[in-house]
């Protein structure tokens, strides 16, 4: 008996009816967003990050990281300003308040308030699930109004899970900058929430540039994430980072 099953199964599973075709404008559009994301990579956005080992100039950068409570609240936070020379680092500022508490994520939570550190390869999927043809019909492709980065007009693609299809994959959403010019990818911000037996996570990843003379360059990173485990109270940390160059804000120098 139990081997007679295994043909109505196989039939059942092979007469499954195949997902519902998109709307021919909606597919449209999905494709015209698909072929610009196959072109990006996160090179232009590491390069941005990488020349400031090579400026010639100072800069400032003002990191803070914050723990909230489950309801929002700060609950303790450290800030630090730093003018980076070529050859010398130096304090502008300083101030924290509270103590940290990260419970059993301490491995799960790298904050660090020093000096600035690439984040694009730690955030930035090299091969995103929106792209592999297996996985495609899970998420809804758009386009959004155009904007602005500083003064220069940027492109805004986005990826969204769909529901029920989309349930399972850990990118819920997604914003993509683009140099309207240049095509260039120039800023993201990336949702993801991630939920098993032992540990739940979910996080927000925002990296974006500015446009200034010598190309784009390193303008505001923020990373939020909230952490849960059975039994253990929830962490909630956010890291912020800014930089300001000398021909932004000459008063600061």
Same mark, same amino acid.
């Given at each position: 008996?139990?081997?007679?099953?295994?043909?109505?199964?196989?039939?059942?599973?092979?007469?499954?009816?195949?997902?519902?075709?998109?709307?021919?404008?909606?597919?449209?559009?999905?494709?015209?967003?698909?072929?610009?994301?196959?072109?990006?990579?996160?090179?232009?956005?590491?390069?941005?990050?990488?020349?400031?080992?090579?400026?010639?100039?100072?800069?400032?950068?003002?990191?803070?990281?914050?723990?909230?409570?489950?309801?929002?609240?700060?609950?303790?936070?450290?800030?630090?300003?730093?003018?980076?020379?070529?050859?010398?680092?130096?304090?502008?500022s300083s101030d924290s308040s509270g103590t940290?508490?990260?419970?059993?994520?301490?491995?799960?939570?790298?904050?660090?308030?020093?000096?600035?550190?690439?984040?694009?390869?730690?955030?930035?999927?090299?091969?995103?699930?929106?792209?592999?043809?297996?996985?495609r019909e899970a998420f809804r492709f758009g386009?959004?109004?155009?904007? *602005? &980065?500083?003064?220069? %007009?940027?492109?805004?693609?986005?990826?969204?899970? =769909?529901?029920?299809?989309?349930? /399972?994959? #850990? +990118?819920?959403?997604?914003?993509?900058?683009?140099?309207?010019?240049?095509?260039?990818?120039?800023?993201?911000?990336?949702?993801?929430?991630?939920?098993?037996?032992?540990?739940?996570?979910?996080?927000?990843?925002?990296? *974006? &540039?500015?446009?200034? %003379?010598?190309?784009?360059?390193?303008?505001?990173? =923020?990373?939020?994430?909230?952490? /849960?485990? #059975? +039994?253990?109270?929830?962490?909630?940390?956010?890291?912020?980072?800014?930089?300001?160059?000398?021909?932004?804000?000459?008063?600061?120098?």
């Amino acid at each position: 008996m139990r081997f007679a099953l295994l043909p109505l199964l196989l039939l059942v599973a092979c007469t499954e009816p195949p997902p519902e075709p998109l709307p021919a404008a909606e597919a449209a559009e999905r494709d015209s967003v698909l072929a610009v994301l196959r072109t990006l990579d996160g090179d232009d956005l590491t390069l941005a990050f990488t020349r400031l080992d090579e400026m010639e100039a100072s800069y400032l950068l003002e990191t803070q990281v914050v723990q909230l409570g489950p309801d929002g609240t700060r609950t303790a936070f450290q800030s630090r300003t730093l003018n980076i020379a070529p050859d010398d680092t130096t304090v502008i500022s300083s101030d924290s308040s509270g103590t940290f508490d990260y419970g059993g994520f301490a491995d799960a939570t790298p904050w660090d308030a020093g000096s600035g550190v690439n984040p694009v390869p730690l955030t930035l999927p090299e091969e995103p699930a929106w792209l592999d043809p297996r996985g495609r019909e899970a998420f809804r492709f758009g386009m959004a109004p155009d904007s *602005l &980065l500083g003064d220069r %007009p940027v492109r805004v693609l986005t990826v969204e899970a =769909r529901p029920g299809e989309g349930d /399972d994959q #850990p +990118l819920r959403h997604a914003r993509l900058y683009l140099d309207a010019e240049t095509n260039e990818l120039v800023g993201f911000r990336l949702h993801r929430a991630m939920n098993a037996v032992l540990f739940g996570e979910a996080s927000v990843a925002l990296v *974006l &540039l500015h446009p200034g %003379p010598d190309g784009w360059r390193p303008h505001r990173t =923020r990373f939020e994430t909230a952490l /849960d485990a #059975p +039994l253990v109270t929830q962490r909630r940390f956010r890291l912020t980072r800014h930089y300001t160059f000398p021909d932004e804000s000459p008063s600061l120098y």
